[in-house]
């Protein structure tokens, strides 16, 4: 069956467009195409052994790595390509090692060259690897401008109070879930939230996919778009391949939490899918995060929309309403004057020292990477 993509905002660009200017913010976008490759993949390494657990284990129970500033200075090229290596694993266990293009890795050491000229601020924040520069809104935008909150006929109930939300619950029920751009978020059988970036291709966490505590990949990964509570309007769609990188399955690192899920079928060509991109400088866009919270009823979709606090090198931070179950959610900016959607981040944890609640940022290097796994598989 031939899609009706009249409305579908996803086919009106067919291009990247990549900006580098001293005097211009950086950015780059992925609204549809493929991109360029990164290379033949190499041959499989060993046969996988899964974690068939039927529930992801949460990240306040994972030996999650923290790196801080003073150790990203010393960042070598050769660390950089370890890092951002995908690893990706078959149904049938079979894992595949993909080198990184060269775009990704100089992207990466760029960032670290870039820190390295600011020098280490004694803050909390610049230990972090914080944007100081550019991080707030451009003075005198528009709310369009600067990230509007997705239409508000698309959503039914208020939510009731919750003890892991941050003050008052404002989080409201998504029930037309067959509506663009909510029929391009799923359910992943494991628990966790994914978002459809292209016509196969989910994105989602690290955690979500493959478990650092024991370093098995989980086998619970097919993905239900659009499900809404027992309805899954566009069935439960199998998987093919998951991938992430050697940051987050072998050096366990939280910078590097972030993943993508190939399916067996495209159901994008039916559902349509979203954009993602980078941006640096990334203004406080104020941003909506959809999910499947784990303390709402099973298999319901939620809606979350608020201000970026914090942004820094390779998280952001916000003080939107989320719970269990919604990692992995798409954390977007949606300009309502020319009806654009830009995933910046992937949604991944609670609340930690900060206060607030936080995403792993679509850095250059994550883009260049989602792009070539995109063109591969």
């Known amino acids: 069956m031939t899609p009706n993509t009249r409305n579908v905002p996803w086919l009106a660009f067919s291009a990247v467009i990549l900006f580098s200017a001293p005097s211009v913010a950086q950015q780059g976008t992925d609204p549809g195409s493929t991109g360029s490759g990164a290379g033949q993949p190499n041959q499989p390494q060993r046969e996988a052994i899964f974690d068939k657990r039927e529930q992801f284990v949460p990240p306040s129970r994972l030996s999650i790595q923290d790196t801080y500033v003073k150790q990203e200075l010393t960042l070598s090229e050769a660390q950089a390509r370890d890092q951002l290596t995908a690893v990706s ?10 080198p990184p293009g060269d775009e990704a890795v100089k992207s990466l050491i760029d960032r670290v060259r870039q820190l390295n000229e600011r020098g280490a601020l004694p803050s909390v924040r610049a230990m972090l690897g914080a944007e100081e520069a550019g991080a707030a809104g451009q003075p005198g935008g528009t709310e ?17 109070p919750a003890e892991s ?51 098995q990949w989980y086998s619970q990964l097919s993905f239900s778009p659009g ?33 993508m899920i190939v399916l067996s079928s495209d159901i994008g060509q039916t559902t349509g899918w979203m954009g993602y991109g980078w941006k640096n400088p990334l203004p406080k866009y104020n941003v909506n995060i959809d999910g499947y919270p784990g303390d709402k009823p099973s298999g319901t979709m939620w809606h979350a ?57 679509i850095t250059e290097s994550v883009f260049n990477n989602l792009k070539s796994w995109k063109a591969k598989y």
């Not at 369009?144 to 009731?160: I, P, T």
């Not at 359910?187 to 024991?214: E, F, K, M, Q």
């Not at 566009?234 to 399955?249: D, L, M, N, Q």
């Not at 179950?325 to 949606?334: A, D, I, Q, W």
């Open 89 to 98: 694993v078959t149904p049938d266990g079979k894992v595949e090692l993909l």
């Open 144 to 160: 369009a401008q600067q990230g509007a909150n997705e239409d508000a006929g698309a959503f039914a109930q208020k939510s009731v």
């Open 165 to 215: 939300v941050i003050g008052a619950d404002t989080r409201v029920q998504i029930t037309n879930t067959t509506s663009y751009p909510f029929r391009t978020v799923g359910r992943i059988d494991i628990g966790c939230s994914g978002t459809l970036i292209g016509p196969r291709h989910v994105l989602t966490a690290g955690h979500c996919v493959y478990n650092i505590d024991n370093d």
């Open 227 to 259: 499900q809404n509570g027992g309805t899954r309007p566009y069935g439960k769609i199998g998987w093919s391949r998951a991938i992430s990188v050697k940051g987050w399955t072998q050096n366990h690192q939280r910078n590097y939490d972030y993943a």
């Open 305 to 361: 929309f608020c201000g970026i606090d914090t942004v820094q090198t390779y998280r952001l931070y916000y003080a939107c309403d989320t719970f269990g179950g919604m990692s992995g959610s798409k954390v977007h900016y949606f300009n309502s004057a020319d009806n654009t959607r830009i995933i910046y981040g992937i949604h991944a944890y609670g609340v930690d020292s900060t206060g607030l609640n936080g995403a792993t940022r």
